[in-house]
């Protein structure tokens, strides 16, 4: 053997395209025969940025979400992994950063937080309080503290950025739909459904639909608008449900949270199921949305003959709605009504306790405060306000759950 030679090889990263694309193909072809031993498969797939395509010749019996395993390899890659926007550290270089998150992630940020302070060297700080949604992201606390970047872990919209320093990072639950779908499809046989979810969900709403449609279920997936992306929905906001009234059954919400569920059902007065993967069970929602409905117009009729009202914006950063504070008060003075403007972070019943002669309450910053919560007095949401203001003008109230956005 000779003692000189000379040794090549392609040297390129695990992101190089080529290899991107090596990596994809041969997860396609492992998924075939997974499902088939017996698969011919003949795969290519080209690459550029933001744009996968994958050509080819398959023989096999196995069926299962393409889409889905390109978008997993990417990310085991690399690309599209959230922990990549905590680069964003090194290019700001700020003297220290921030992160929270929903209660049910607290844990895990709290450990992210500790591993991002001693990677980078600097003060990193867990924002530990209650975080309900991209309105109360506690960006103050944040400024408080003089952290320059506040990154939110788990509330999922359309923007990548929420205010300039306030970074929104993904957090994805991947527990399987499959057993709970395989339940609700002999329900759902033949009916236009309205798909929908939440954040920790979204992902996976392309695949499902896919699987109700291969058992005979019509799926349509409603437009993003705002914040929503497509099929999704806040507690407050229900764009992608509500565009499709006219055109479903019933909705179809993935998850658990009966908090959204309602909400949707509220908003579109359609028959409303959860498709439930942590218990294995389809519920329909739509009998507990119309006892929320009864209390919460029950409420708006008490408040008919409250002669002083206390109208409350919330002081969380998505919850200031001073306009529509003040557009209240204007119309409550000309109906002869006392108005006390009350500013408040948390609004409670605890805290309306403590405030004196005041018979019934609006309040502007959440309207699942007012529906979801229990209190001495009135507290009225702005679309039960609006309702109120109708019925002082001796107005029909009818349907005034049923729009887009509750704010």
């Known amino acids: 053997m000779a003692k000189n030679y000379i040794f090549t090889s392609e040297s390129v990263t695990e992101g190089h395209p080529d290899k991107v694309s090596d990596h994809i193909s041969d997860a396609i072809l492992d998924e075939f025969l997974r499902h088939d031993p017996d698969s011919r498969v003949a795969v290519e797939t080209l690459v550029t940025t ?17 889409e889905k395993v390109v978008r997993d390899t990417i990310a085991e890659i690399g690309y599209d992994n959230p922990a990549l926007k905590f680069d964003i550290i090194e290019a700001r270089k700020p ?29 990193a700080y867990l924002l530990a309080d209650t975080t309900w949604g991209t309105c109360d992201l506690n960006s103050n606390g944040a400024k408080v503290l003089n952290a320059e970047i506040l990154f939110n872990i788990g509330h999922t919209n359309s923007m990548e950025t929420f205010e300039k320093n306030v970074i929104m990072i993904d957090a994805f639950d991947d527990i399987s739909f499959d057993r709970v779908v395989e339940k609700c499809t002999k329900l759902l046989l033949g009916k236009t459904i309205s798909l929908i979810t939440d954040s920790q969900h979204l992902n996976q709403i392309e695949s499902i639909k896919n699987v109700l449609e291969e058992n005979g279920v019509n799926v349509k997936i409603g437009k993003g608008s705002g ?28 998850g658990q949270s009966n908090f959204h569920a309602a909400g949707v059902a509220l908003a579109t007065n359609k028959p409303t199921y959860i498709l439930d993967p942590y218990f294995n069970e389809i519920r329909e929602i739509t009998d507990f949305a119309k006892k929320l409905q009864k209390k919460a117009t029950l409420e708006i009729y008490k408040s008919v003959d409250a002669e002083t009202f206390g109208v409350i914006v919330g002081l969380k950063e998505g919850q200031i709605s001073k306009l529509t504070a003040l557009k209240f008060k204007k119309e409550l003075e000309s109906a002869g009504k006392t108005v006390h403007l009350i ?13 004196k002669d005041i018979d019934a309450f609006i309040q502007v910053a959440c309207p699942r405060i007012s529906t979801d919560n229990r209190f001495d007095k009135p507290v009225l949401s702005t679309p039960q306000a609006v309702a109120l203001m109708k019925l002082l003008r001796k107005e029909n109230i009818e349907n005034y759950f049923q729009i887009k956005h509750w704010l």
């Open 50 to 66: 933001d744009f996968v395509t994958v050509a080819g010749e398959v023989t096999s019996k196995g069926k299962f979400d393409i």
């Open 95 to 123: 003297t220290s950063v921030a992160l929270n998150g929903p209660d049910g992630l607290l844990p895990k940020v709290q450990d992210l937080t500790l591993k991002i302070g001693k990677k980078y060297g600097i003060p």
């Open 227 to 254: 914040q929503l992306n497509d099929g999704q929905v806040f507690g407050c906001e229900f764009y992608p449900a509500t565009e499709m009234i006219d055109d479903v059954d019933a909705n179809v919400f993935l």
């Open 343 to 355: 500013a408040l972070t948390d609004i409670t019943n605890e805290r309306l306790r403590n405030l």
